[in-house]
């Protein structure tokens, strides 16, 4: 399936650092996004970032889109504790599956 | 949650009884998406809506029906619920079909 896959599935830094985390998926796309879960939360979008597009910023988060090796990948600069969240990408489909696919995520944890 | 209020936000129920879980919206979004989350699987999408009676099955509808009879209100329904429905159920909404979707604060449920 179009699934994506997040990696790492855990990351734990010290407040102040930089956290990376990265998504592969499997098929063409249209675009992809990037969503934050806080425990027991529902998703909030972060950032759309289209097929076409290789870069995009939004405060202290920097989404790089590779399309050619289907890989995108989200950077956190400057981290705080309350980033501690789950992180999730997300794909559609360019086959016309009316599905957006999202993947396991990404556990962050920022120590104060 | 950005307008998506969900209900109820925990239940318990016994195998074999019918199930409503209710989604209201209240920013006009024309789509709108049931979706489950559990571990090791992502989200995935149950059902969808693009507009007032207007729905269509996603990759896990099999023992689900909807039903949108206003824009501001999707309806999930589990017609004789199973243990293996046990899980948290998120409604989300979005004005372009899966683009920045607006995620509600999910149902836990659990069929014993």
């Known amino acids: 399936s179009q699934q994506g896959e997040e990696d790492p599935q855990a990351l734990s830094i010290q407040e102040g650092e930089n956290a990376t985390m990265n998504c592969s998926y499997k098929t063409s796309i249209n675009n992809l996004q990037w969503y934050r879960q806080n425990s027991g939360r529902g998703l909030v979008h972060l950032i759309l970032?289209?097929?076409?597009?290789r870069e995009k910023h939004s405060g202290r988060l920097r989404v790089t889109l590779d399309t050619s090796k289907k890989s995108s990948s989200l950077l956190i600069t400057a981290s705080r504790a309350a980033d501690t969240a789950s992180y999730f990408c997300?794909?559609?489909?360019?086959?016309?599956?009316?599905?957006?696919?999202f993947g396991t995520g990404t556990r962050l944890t920022v120590i104060p | 949650d950005a307008g998506i209020t969900q209900s109820p936000r925990h239940k318990v129920t016994e195998t074999g009884t019918p199930v409503t879980l209710r989604c209201h919206q209240t920013e006009n979004h024309r789509y709108m998406y049931w979706y489950r989350q559990d571990p090791g699987h992502g989200l995935r999408l149950i059902h969808y809506s693009y507009g007032v009676k207007d729905t269509d099955k996603g990759e896990v509808s099999d023992g689900y029906s909807v039903s949108r009879s206003k824009t501001e209100d999707f309806l999930l329904t589990l017609e004789s619920a199973t243990s293996s429905q046990t899980s948290v159920y998120f409604c989300?909404?979005?004005?372009?079909?899966?683009?920045?979707?607006?995620f509600g604060s999910g149902t836990q449920l659990s069929v014993l």
């Open positions: 997300a794909t559609d489909d360019q086959t016309g599956a009316n599905n957006l696919f």
């Open positions: 970032i289209r097929s076409n597009e």
């Open positions: 989300a909404a979005a004005t372009g079909n899966n683009e920045k979707l607006f």
